[in-house]
C-alpha cells in the first residue's frame, strides 16, 4: 500500500497541467458544471473562476487602451500656402 502511494505521488509531481487543461476546468467551475463526484462549485468558487478568467483575457485592468484623438489644425495666414498639422479624418479648424 506504502509503494502505491509513492508511485502516486511520483507521478502527481511529475504531470503538469497544461494552459488548456486549467482554462478548461476554470469554465467548467464558472458554468457550474458538475465534477466527478456529482458535485457543482458553490457561488464564491464560481465567482473566483470568473474573476480568475477575467483576468487572464485581460477583462479587469484598470486601464484600457483608447484610441488616440487626433487633432487636425490648419493655420491660415491669408497667403496661398496652408500649413497642416495632425490627422485628416478629424477636421478642426482653428
Request: glycine letters at 6%.
Amino acid at each position: 500500500m506504502a509503494n502505491e502511494k509513492g508511485k502516486t505521488k511520483r507521478r502527481l509531481k511529475n504531470s503538469k497541467a497544461d494552459e488548456e487543461e486549467i482554462m478548461n476546468y476554470l469554465r467548467s467551475i464558472l458554468r457550474g458544471e458538475p465534477d466527478e463526484d456529482g458535485r457543482t462549485a458553490d457561488t464564491k468558487t464560481r465567482l473566483k473562476a470568473a474573476e480568475l478568467l477575467a483576468k487572464r483575457y485581460g477583462l479587469l485592468s484598470e486601464t484600457k487602451d483608447m484610441p488616440a484623438l487626433s487633432l487636425r489644425v490648419v493655420f491660415d495666414y491669408g497667403d496661398s500656402e496652408v500649413k497642416k498639422i495632425g490627422n485628416e479624418d478629424h477636421q478642426t479648424e482653428v
